[in-house]
Nanobody, 126 residues
Framework: QVQLVESGGGSVQSGGSLRLSCVAYGYTGGRYSMGWFRQAPGKEREGVAAIDSDGRIIYADFVQGRFTISQDGWKVTLYLQMGSLKPEDTGMYYC????????????????????WGQGTQVTVSS
């Protein structure tokens, strides 16, 4: 069983930066994909970025070069470096993982991931 634990959320002003981390406990090997999703109050959960064990990366269109997803392979730690943050980036950010890769995908959907963390809050003030 894989357990995902996020950290790094917080409150920043518009234009600021944050770095989110997610550690995958219980991972014992094999190909995988990991991603970041976010959910604002009253809105559906949406994909932000994802990466897999083969190095494929997918970003949501709204990222527009502001965020960078990366991973520390041997620890299976996932990161999301966020810059130029906007108030509309506010929400709960969730880490997700699955034992399928991103091969053949052009976007990321919550239904593609079977393991989820508890989330970390990101608040961007204007």
């Amino acid at each position: 069983q894989v357990q995902l634990v996020e950290s790094g959320g917080g409150s920043v002003q518009s234009g600021g930066s944050l770095r989110l981390s997610c550690v995958a406990y219980g991972y014992t090997g094999g190909r995988y994909s990991m991603g970041w999703f976010r959910q604002a109050p009253g809105k559906e959960r949406e994909g932000v970025a994802a990466i897999d064990s083969d190095g494929r990366i997918i970003y949501a269109d709204f990222v527009q070069g502001r965020f960078t997803i990366s991973q520390d392979g041997w620890k299976v730690t996932l990161y999301l470096q966020m810059g130029s943050l906007k108030p509309e980036d506010t929400g709960m950010y969730y880490c997700a993982a699955d034992f399928r890769t991103l091969e053949g995908r052009v976007w990321i959907d919550p239904s593609d991931f079977g393991y989820w963390g508890q989330g970390t809050q990101v608040t961007v003030s204007s």
